[in-house]
């Protein structure tokens, strides 16, 4: 299983929907709301960590 760097839920990366590359390496997600997130600003969730759900503003 994987972690989604955004929420922290668990991601299985066979059935995946969404995912992305950055840096060289894959990352799964549980949601496009949560890979949209990353986008905007993944080293932010590499270095701070899972932060929840994303908010809709």
């Known amino acids: 299983m994987a972690i989604d760097p ?13 995912k992305t590359i950055y840096g060289g390496k ?3 997600f549980c949601s496009q709301a949560c890979k949209e997130e990353f986008e905007r600003n ?5 270095t701070h ?9």
Do not use: F, N, S, W
């Open 6 to 18: 955004v929420c922290g839920m668990e991601v299985d990366p066979k059935t995946a929907k969404y």
């Open 26 to 28: 894959i990352y799964y």
């Open 42 to 46: 993944p080293q932010h969730y590499l």
């Open 49 to 57: 960590g899972p932060q929840g759900m994303p908010h809709r503003h």
